[in-house]
């Protein structure tokens, strides 16, 4: 059956404005299609794009979480500290002087914690996402300037620095690491049982519980996950810098929920996909790439990105009035 | 008995990477302290030895006052590329000259000279007051940002370095600069704001006699 040309452009509309965006800067800016452009767009989205492929999971359940720039940003700075400095435990006696490796994962888990905390709190207390996550960004946010004393820890070594810095492959290993997060997490959100149950609860969340899905694990999961996902990009962003700023992440919660909307994922749950965040971010990555290679003011580029999020939700709105 | 089996296997994954790749080393605190000890880095000390070896022996390589500010009456642009020195991609720059010239006046913060012959108002300001700029760390080009494996050290380096000037050459050019007296300086300026630091040139002193 043919599809209608108007249904074809509310379908793809996400593609089309990324391919539309392309062509144009690629016949306006001569620089714009380089390899060495292109690598950089792909290593300024991969934070961005952790951000934001947990938020699709916890939007798709119908809720949403301001707290992951600020978890990003612990996360990272308490992998910097006990990677830096290492972690004493006067009661013992000792000090545990953290590896790499170990610093990765601690980080992680200050990410999940955090996320958990946030899946609880929504599920348990019942407070709105919106108001829980908010909680949990001033949380965040304090306990990063506690642990931190407000002030960057830096010097992490190199072979921290090889996940924000280093290449594999000649590819950025920052680029393997948010790819590699998109494919598991496709396959989760398509493929698994907790993508359907996902899907379900934003859907309708009663008709999920009524099929005998437990509505509040899912959402718990869901959470642990996206501050875990936060906790990667925090990781990958210290690693970059070869420092864990302590303002690090602001207003990052922003940028990844633009991308979910832009990537067509419906802000009132159930509908919407990783593929299509994966362009909301690439989208967002371009347009940043060409205002800056097209010299606009850093003041209207945010006057532009916001008519384009705006835009993006009026035409997730027509397309759902249509269905 | 499937799911126990299950996370059996993965207890026993998780064990043999913790094993493989362990997560941290445990040791005392008095160790710890020790090991930190060794690998802080100490300005004081670095500045101390950088003062006595390389600074001291690189001032002949600092470049005449009166060539200096001829050249920044002529053309402020030409002085900047011929004689500065720019610190990444800061708009400051800095500026390592030696010179004598003749007191003008003074006070607990300055010194003020006349350099050029037939000058009456001050062209130079010795600076005997508190120091908080990078003037004789950045001037000499003898350290560079990139060999430090933080900014922070970077920045102790300055402070010690000031330390030592606020401690040894700033009172004896204080208690002895007097108005008529000739002095004899090598110095670096740093230039935040052309309109201000240049006229008269804001010198930070390294080496400073009086006649």
Redesign the interface.
């Known amino acids: 059956m043919k599809m209608p040309s108007r249904e074809i452009l509310l379908r793809f509309q996400s593609l089309l404005a990324l391919v539309g965006m392309i062509l144009f800067l690629s016949w306006h800016e001569p620089n714009f299609l380089t390899l060495a452009n292109w690598q950089n767009i792909l290593l300024q989205i991969s934070v961005n794009l952790c951000l934001s492929i947990g938020m699709t999971l916890i939007i798709l359940t119908g809720g949403i979480d301001l707290s992951v720039g600020a978890i990003l940003g612990l996360s990272g700075a308490v992998a910097a500290g006990?990677l830096k400095n290492?972690?004493?435990l006067?009661a013992l006696?000792?000090?545990?002087?953290?590896?790499p490796?170990?610093a990765v994962?601690?980080g992680i888990v200050v990410g999940l914690v955090l996320g958990w905390f946030n899946g609880i709190a929504i599920t348990r207390f019942r407070l709105p996402p919106f108001v829980a996550t908010l909680g949990m960004l001033s949380i965040g946010r304090g306990l990063t300037m506690l642990w931190t004393n407000g002030f960057p820890i830096?010097?992490l070594g190199a072979t921290f620095g090889f996940i924000g810095a280093g290449f594999w492959l000649g590819v950025p290993t920052a680029i393997w690491i948010s790819a590699l997060l998109v494919v598991v997490f496709y396959v989760v959100a398509k493929h698994s049982v907790l993508g359907r149950y996902i899907y379900a609860v934003g859907g309708s969340e009663r008709a999920a519980s009524f099929s005998g899905v437990n509505t509040n694990r899912v959402k718990v999961w869901v959470y642990t996950l996206g501050g875990g996902l936060a906790a990667v990009g925090g990781l990958i962003l210290t690693a970059r810098l070869d420092?864990a700023d302590p303002k690090a992440g602001l207003g990052y919660e922003l940028d990844s929920i633009a991308a979910v909307v832009i990537g067509g994922t419906s802000l009132s749950g159930g509908r919407g996909s990783i593929c299509g965040t994966v362009l909301g971010c690439l989208i967002i990555g371009v347009l940043n790439n060409g205002l800056v290679l097209l010299e606009v003011s850093p003041f209207w580029q945010q006057v532009i990105k916001g008519l384009v999020i705006i835009a993006a939700v009026a035409l997730d709105k027509a397309g759902t009035k249509k269905e | 008995m499937k799911r126990v089996l299950g996370w059996f296997i993965v207890a026993v994954v998780v064990a043999v990477i913790f094993w493989r790749?362990?997560?941290?080393?445990?040791?005392?605190?008095q160790?710890?302290a020790a090991a930190k000890a060794t690998k802080t880095f100490n300005a004081t000390e670095f500045a101390e030895g950088f003062w006595n070896t390389r600074l001291m022996q690189s001032l002949e390589r600092a470049v005449s006052a009166e060539k200096l500010l001829t050249g920044i009456r002529n053309n402020p642009a030409d002085a900047k590329k011929n004689f500065g020195r720019t610190l990444g991609v800061s708009e400051s720059y800095t500026f390592f000259v030696a010179g004598h010239g003749r007191v003008v006046a003074a006070n607990e913060d300055e010194v003020q000279l006349v350099v050029s012959e037939g000058a009456t108002e001050a062209e130079v300001s010795l600076q005997v007051g508190l120091l908080f700029n990078s003037a004789v760390r950045d001037g000499t080009g003898l350290l560079n940002v990139s060999d430090y494996?933080?900014?922070?050290d970077f920045n102790a380096i300055s402070e010690a370095l000031n330390r030592i000037i606020e401690e040894r050459v700033q009172p004896p050019l204080r208690e002895q600069a007097q108005v008529g007296r000739i002095v004899r300086f090598v110095g670096c300026a740093e230039v935040n704001h052309e309109e201000t630091d240049l006229k008269p040139l804001k010198i930070v002193p390294i080496q400073a006699s009086v006649e």
Request: hydrophobic share 50%; aromatic share 12%.
């Open positions: 006990v290492g972690l004493a006067p006696g000792v000090q545990l002087q953290f590896t490796f170990g994962i601690a830096t010097g420092a | 790749f362990p997560l941290f080393r445990v040791v005392s605190l160790e710890a494996p933080n900014s922070q």
